[in-house]
């Protein structure tokens, strides 16, 4: 069975940077792709971003792209998400996944409040 630990939410002003991180067990982590979801109040889940299983390449979306960097390290089972300029439209629960062939994985999610 696959548990992930999100950690690194907080309040932060506008213009300001969070660093969050997803910790694995329970699997061979370097096995797998993984990535970010976030879902704000009154909207669906929305796709980040993810890495693969090597960390030779990631994929943003959009509104993120030039912000955000997704990294992983596969020693300490842990993949991150590095949030810079952030903005109040950031603001939502964040969570990471780990995708295997049979089945996607999710972690409990961790707040992120950008205020104006």
């Known amino acids: 069975q696959v548990q992930l630990v999100e950690s690194g939410g907080g309040l932060v002003q506008a213009g300001g940077s969070l660093r969050l991180s997803c910790a694995a067990s329970?699997?061979?982590?370097?096995?797998?792709?993984m990535g970010w979801f976030r879902q704000a109040p009154g909207k669906e889940r929305e796709f980040i971003g993810a890495i693969t299983r090597s960390g030779g390449s990631t994929y943003y979306e959009d509104s993120v792209k030039g912000r955000f960097t997704i990294s992983r390290d596969n020693a300490k089972n842990t993949v991150y998400l590095q949030m810079n300029s952030l903005k109040p439209e950031d603001t939502a629960n964040y969570y990471c996944?780990?995708?295997?062939?049979?089945?996607?994985?999710w972690g409990q999610g961790t707040q992120v409040t950008v205020s104006s």
């Open positions: 329970g699997r061979t982590f370097s096995s797998y792709a």
């Open positions: 996944y780990l995708r295997t062939p049979a089945n996607t994985y």
